[in-house]
């Protein structure tokens, strides 16, 4: 949960004598998944991902360098929303917490294109994409209910990343992360009511490699930075998953992105402008055999990033000097860069 000194869940978040209510329900869910570990979809034995090893988790972790990060301002409302879709997610699903076992489902033919027109008319800054999950991106001793999973980015306003690293900044990824968790519970309810049941994972609920996953799903690639680099928005993103109990669409898995690593291997601009000295030259292999990305890599040394992400609400220099978040054309153009190599 994002750090602040004056928010606080609103009584309709909290349960009576205890928690805010969704970190209850999140209890009462981990607990479900250990008493019921053949109904849920778990984290290899041997993980090693955890949710804490990437830095850009906003939440709890280590004093920096040179004292505690400043009080994160903004709106309560962007907070309250915050809370309020992490909560709403989990609330979700306490029916399956009382259902066993697989459910049968039958196609609807033209499912995938109705989604696609629910998602376009309801938000213009939205892409989705649908695979499977690989069970080596489930952060270890995590698990989801599905193994499958409809991935969705929302975009973050250049105007708004351009003025980084600073409160503006902050303030527009407080809000992609509040509008974000009300868009996978809202697509989740819409796959409800055409019979699907799923699971949505709000952008900071941490249970799977986020950025990973919508690689194989199609929607980008890992920049050198490994934060996720799209066509649409370059790395001005951020994601969140809703994992579905059965294909019920096809997969939009595909490599047409790859080429991207081979940009970032010349590029190095997020490297040699990250003010903690924190990206590596060279990826560190952290998981390898993964069905459709090949290796999940580490990209960056955390404690190095810490320090500045904490001290200045989220830093995110290393999006803002991004080629790819430049223009509305630098993708093609750097693609064209790239092939005529």
Not at 60 to 67: A, H, L, Q, S
Request: charged share 25%.
């Amino acid at each position: 949960m994002p750090e602040s000194s004056s928010n606080s869940p609103s009584e309709e978040q909290r349960l009576p004598g205890g928690p805010p209510a969704f970190l209850r329900v999140d209890t009462q869910y981990a607990e479900w998944g250990k008493q019921h570990p053949d109904l849920v979809y778990s984290s290899l034995p041997d993980s090693v991902q955890g949710v804490m090893d990437n830095p850009r988790h906003v939440g709890p972790g280590p004093v920096p360098p040179g004292g505690a990060p400043p009080a994160m301002p903004g709106p309560d409302e962007t907070m309250q929303e915050i809370l309020k879709g992490m909560s709403q997610s989990w609330e979700d699903i306490r029916p399956y917490f009382t259902e066993s076992g697989q459910t049968l489902f039958e196609p609807i033919p033209g499912l995938w294109d109705d989604l696609n027109l629910y998602v376009n008319e309801k938000w213009d800054d939205v892409r989705i994409g649908f695979t499977e999950l690989p069970q080596k991106m489930i952060f270890r001793g995590k698990f989801t209910l599905f193994p499958y999973a409809l991935v969705v980015i929302q975009e973050m306003k250049k105007d708004k990343v351009d003025l980084a690293p600073g409160l503006s900044a902050q303030q527009e990824v407080r809000r992609v992360y509040a509008g974000l968790g009300l868009v996978v519970n809202d697509i989740a309810r819409w796959l409800r009511q055409h019979g699907v049941r799923c699971q949505s994972n709000h952008p900071m609920g941490g249970l799977v490699n986020t950025p990973s996953l919508a690689a194989k799903a199609g929607l980008g690639w890992q920049g050198r930075s490994g934060i996720l680099v799209t066509p649409e928005f370059g790395p001005r993103v951020r994601l969140a998953p809703v994992f579905i109990e059965h294909k019920v669409f096809e997969f939009t898995d595909n490599l047409d992105h790859q080429w991207i690593e081979k940009h970032c291997e010349t590029c190095r601009k997020c490297e040699k402008e990250c003010p903690g000295q924190a990206i590596y030259t060279e990826k560190v292999i952290n998981v390898d055999g993964v069905p459709g990305v090949g290796a999940i890599r580490t990209c960056i040394d955390v404690t190095k990033c810490l320090g500045p992400f904490r001290q200045t609400m989220g830093c995110m220099v290393c999006i803002k000097v991004c080629p790819f978040s430049q223009d509305d054309n630098a993708y093609t153009r750097l693609k064209a860069a790239v092939d005529n190599k």
